[in-house]
């Protein structure tokens, strides 16, 4: 005995309706995930610009211990005057000296909506003795466009440089 299916040729596929509804969920559901999003991208962004200012600290750090004929020092540039405007300048720029002059190696921006936040170091800059020890401790606080901020502190003696979510006491 043969049994036979019976089949209606029309369940194969989704109506139009049923594709609406599964694509307005979607859309709600990435409404309600894009600002959760915003936020953990802007904090990952803060987490890579510390993390590069870490890498120039340590950088000039090594290059003062490997040339101790001349100097290298991190700037920190807050405001600068642009045709005799004073302008909002959030940079970083790296120094070296040789015989008496003054070299500028690299400069990098903050990115938008960055800021510095709690500058602490003398004169705004970073430099270290032939031994790699700074001359001035301190940290700096970098702040981003969701307020979220990360400290990086360079510790006096060690000049160890470290990434923080608190500052030093």
Request: a positive charge; charged letters at 15%; aromatic letters at 10%.
């Amino acid at each position: 005995m043969r049994y036979h299916r019976f089949t209606d040729r029309n369940t194969h596929g989704f109506t139009l309706t049923e594709l609406a509804v599964v694509l307005a969920l979607f859309g709600i559901a990435a409404m309600l995930a894009w600002p959760r999003m915003n936020g953990i991208l802007a904090d990952l962004y803060l987490r890579q610009t510390a993390n590069q200012l870490v890498r120039d600290i340590r950088f000039v750090q090594q290059q003062a211990m490997n040339n101790p004929s001349g100097g290298w020092k991190i700037l920190f540039v807050t405001s600068q005057v642009i045709n005799g405007q004073h302008t909002n300048v959030q940079k970083w720029s790296i120094y070296r000296f040789e015989n008496g002059m003054s070299q500028t190696q690299n400069t990098r921006q903050l990115p938008a909506g960055f800021s510095y936040f709690g500058l602490t170091l003398n004169n705004k800059e970073i430099r270290f003795t032939e031994l790699g020890v700074p001359t001035s401790a301190g940290y700096v606080g970098i702040r981003n466009s969701l307020g979220h901020t990360l400290y990086v502190i360079v510790a006096l003696v060690t000049g160890k440089v470290r990434i923080d979510t608190e500052p030093p006491e």
